[in-house]
């Protein structure tokens, strides 16, 4: 069983690489796949304590901080640095469920900070008015523009 958890991962992470390697433009990734890529100027550990930082300076809830390239590893995968971290608003995000129960999917929130072979690190995160057209969510545009502004302000302060 383990060995199945261990393989499901390493094609996780694979997968993960792939798309995260494939160089984008933040016009071209919101309009086609709803994802914003950010640069940051920090590393991929200090980036994540300054978005850590950000959260829970806002008093949002931190759910978890998964270490993408330490599962790799343990997959037997080199992955370059990546982490994954979930926050959100329970008041904010159930909203999306009961919309629609599909946005479970996307809440909570997930910012990727990752390293590039090229050692530049970024910051990535879903397009709140992406995430509304995908689960046809119309009645909650209020709460999306909240979400955005959160997430922007999340973010920017790492970026370049």
């Given amino acids: 069983m383990q060995r199945m958890i261990n393989l499901f991962f390493a094609a996780m992470l694979s997968s ?43 008093g949002i809830m931190l759910f978890d901080d998964i270490d993408q390239a330490a599962l790799g590893t343990a997959a037997g995968n080199k992955v370059l640095p990546s982490r994954l971290v979930l926050f959100g608003n329970p008041a904010l995000g159930t909203t999306f469920i009961t919309a629609n129960p599909t946005a479970g999917l996307d809440w909570p929130v997930r910012v990727l900070v990752y390293e590039t072979k090229d050692g530049a690190v970024r910051v990535a995160y879903t397009d709140f008015a992406w995430i509304a057209r995908r689960h046809g969510i119309t009645s909650r545009d209020k709460e999306f523009k909240m979400a955005s502004d959160v997430i922007k302000a999340v973010t920017e302060p790492v970026g370049q």
Avoid at 37 to 56: G, H, Q
């Fill in 16 to 58: 993960a690489a792939a798309i995260v390697a494939t160089p984008v433009s933040i016009a071209q990734a919101g309009a086609r796949d709803g994802v914003v890529v950010l640069k940051s100027r920090y590393s991929v550990d200090e980036t994540v304590s300054k978005i850590k930082a950000n959260v829970a300076e806002k």
